[in-house]
């Protein structure tokens, strides 16, 4: 079943107490029926980041409707399988289902690929599908400046580099509505118990995109190449409420594969990761039982 599905919409399979709600190494979460589900703010991210992978490919306007359910492997670097519904206002056509496959690269940081975004095939339609693997190691092939660790924040004069800096103007943020998703998604992978009320705290203060040295290109809007964003923001859920702090997040698109690859960081502030680990294993221990700590803070991912 697992198999032929590829991993997606296992909500209606039916099996027995003994299996403990876990099919092929996979948890299942219908989000029609269920008031919460772990880490609620940061797959409903996820769903969305698919959902802006099929939009920069098809050309398409599609907006993120209602989580439906999601299956995903029980480790701290986790893969997901989520079905989604969309609708494009533009095109005034019908709710569509979406399928997204998002697979982690790392622990408690903004690290993953994005292999799959589709509408969802109807059952008896054939179709070529990938073989299942519980968790994919790969991604868009970086190269150039998209290469490696990510970089320290530039300086004032790096930024005036006007051949690889574009400063968004703010009437722009309007149209590029994938800039607060992606410090969303940043902030949300930091920090998995970040809720939808603390995410309407955010506020985008500035914003700069780097690419490559000719520039972004008159279709930077659309997302479609590689590049370093910038973020500069307050956040109004803490106590220094006018304190600018910065995020960092590199897209890297593969034009061959298709794949979408987003890394970010929080750069500077107070290093609380160790406090966050401490409760994702907590929250993990409570929905799929004591981790294997043998493993180290990556559970499960080899």
């Not at 506020?203 to 040295?213: D, G, L, R, T």
């Amino acid at each position: 079943m697992v198999g032929e599905t590829e991993g997606f919409d296992l909500v209606d399979v039916s099996m027995p107490d003994c299996m403990n709600g876990m099919i092929k190494g996979l948890r299942r979460f219908d989000c029609q029926v269920l008031s919460d589900w772990p880490f609620r703010s940061l797959v409903l991210q996820y769903a969305k980041v698919g959902l802006h992978r099929y939009n920069l490919w098809e050309g398409t306007n599609f907006e993120f409707d209602a989580l439906l359910n999601f299956n995903m492997t029980p480790n701290c670097v986790a893969s997901y399988y989520i079905t989604l519904l969309a609708h494009d206002p533009s095109a005034g056509s019908e709710p569509k289902h979406f399928q997204v496959r998002i697979d982690e690269q790392e622990y408690s940081s903004l690290d993953l690929a994005c292999s799959i975004a589709r509408p969802k095939v109807p059952k008896d339609e054939v179709t070529t599908k990938k073989p299942y693997i519980p968790h994919f190691h790969g991604g868009a092939v970086a190269d150039g400046i998209f290469e490696g660790e990510l970089p320290d924040w530039p300086s004032d004069d790096d930024f005036s580099d006007e051949k690889r800096f574009y400063v968004v103007e703010t009437q722009e943020l309007q149209e590029v509505d994938w800039v607060l998703m992606y410090l969303e998604l940043v902030i949300c992978a930091h920090d998995r118990f970040t809720s939808a009320s603390d995410l309407l705290e955010l506020e985008i203060v500035k914003v700069v995109i780097e690419s490559y040295e000719d520039g972004l290109g008159p279709d930077w809007k659309l997302g479609r190449k590689s590049a370093n964003v910038y973020i500069t923001y307050k956040d109004k859920s803490k106590a220094d409420v006018n304190v600018e702090r910065k995020a960092m997040v590199r897209r890297v698109v593969d034009e061959g594969t298709k794949y979408l690859s987003l890394i970010g960081k929080l750069c500077g502030g107070p290093k609380e990761e160790q406090r966050f680990r401490v409760h994702v294993r907590k929250h993990h221990e409570k929905h799929f039982g004591k981790l294997d700590s043998s493993s180290g803070t990556r559970p499960g991912l080899d």
